[in-house]
């Protein structure tokens, strides 16, 4: 376990011990592979960033083209995360997948979740949290496509040209 996170908990050591700096860990809950991280290891790696001083942890799930989230897939972690609260005493943010204010908002009145994270629906619609706000709209125009991986620009090809 120590060996697999090593060089990330060397970079956390040096970050801490020189700045004030919030540090955000992001681990995935299980990779999906044959001899790799399954949830009960992934549990044990997540002790470990928080002795070298981590802030949070941000749970996902793998993000390869085999594994890409539709929307909201990952409550299948919500047990996991709970799990883990039990485990480590920082803040754990839930991502992946997650466009809908309202599935959002259930999510974080009915569990045990710290914060939510989001990315795609903000690359389709930069000012999604203002029409929120505003009460606009409950749901991202995000299709979750994931082209806005694929292609390494993090650009909507649907939204934004």
């Known amino acids: 376990t120590y060996g697999r996170t090593r060089i990330v908990l060397e970079m956390i050591k040096v970050i801490k011990d020189n700045t004030d700096l919030h540090v955000n860990?992001?681990?995935?809950?299980?990779?999906?592979?044959?001899?790799?991280?399954?949830?009960?290891?992934?549990?044990?790696?997540?002790?470990?960033?928080?002795?070298?001083g981590v802030d949070s942890l941000q749970i996902t799930k793998p993000l390869s083209p085999l594994y890409f989230t539709k929307e909201g897939e990952n409550t299948e972690l919500i047990d996991y995360v709970t799990s883990l609260k039990e485990e480590v005493n920082i803040p754990i943010i839930l991502g992946g997948g997650f466009h809908n204010k309202t599935q959002i908002n259930q999510l974080l009145n009915d569990n045990d979740l710290d914060f939510i994270s989001m990315y795609r629906p903000?690359?389709?619609?930069?000012?999604?949290?203002?029409?929120?706000?505003?009460?606009?709209?409950?749901?991202?125009?995000?299709?979750?496509?994931?082209?806005?991986?694929?292609?390494?620009?993090?650009?909507?090809?649907h939204f934004n040209s």
């Open 122 to 157: 903000f690359v389709a619609q930069p000012d999604l949290l203002l029409e929120w706000k505003n009460q606009k709209s409950d749901e991202s125009k995000c299709l979750m496509c994931n082209n806005c991986y694929r292609n390494k620009s993090s650009t909507c090809y």
């Open 25 to 52: 860990c992001r681990v995935n809950a299980y990779d999906g592979r044959k001899g790799g991280i399954d949830i009960k290891e992934s549990i044990e790696i997540c002790r470990l960033p928080e002795e070298y």
